[in-house]
């Protein structure tokens, strides 16, 4: 079993910055692809961004390329979501989620995710 726990989001002006982090726990941390998600009041939930076991394998939304940036510690077991030149259009809930199936390539896929964490807040002002 994972659990996982999101943080850091907020209210931000267009343009800014925003961290969010993903606790997770489990010993296996290290061996999971782990992915973010976002939903916005009244629409399907998308997806963000998502890392492999390494690190060295990302994949982002076109959205988001160039903007957002996935990043993991896995002393910490934790995975980061560095948010930069954020636009209102991005304002959701973000959602942490854990691949425990797959380590090697990190899934687009919402249903590839076995474990989700509660949700943060991002809301983006124009």
């Known amino acids: 079993q994972v659990q996982l726990v999101e943080s850091g989001g907020g209210l931000v002006q267009a343009g800014g910055s925003l961290k969010l982090s993903c606790a997770a726990s489990?010993?296996?941390?290290?061996?999971?692809?782990m992915g973010w998600f976002r939903q916005a009041p009244g629409k399907e939930r998308d997806f963000v961004a998502a890392i492999n076991w390494s690190g060295g394998r990302t994949n982002y939304a076109d959205s988001v390329k160039g903007r957002f940036t996935i990043s993991r510690d896995d002393a910490k077991n934790t995975v980061y979501l560095q948010m930069n030149s954020l636009k209102p259009e991005d304002t959701a809930v973000y959602y942490c989620?854990?691949?425990?199936?797959?380590?090697?390539?990190?899934?687009?896929?919402?249903?590839?995710?076995?474990?989700w964490g509660q949700g943060t807040q991002v809301t983006v002002s124009s």
């Open positions: 489990g010993r296996t941390f290290s061996s999971y692809c």
């Open positions: 989620a854990a691949d425990q199936a797959n380590w090697r390539t990190p899934s687009t896929r919402s249903y590839a995710y076995d474990y």
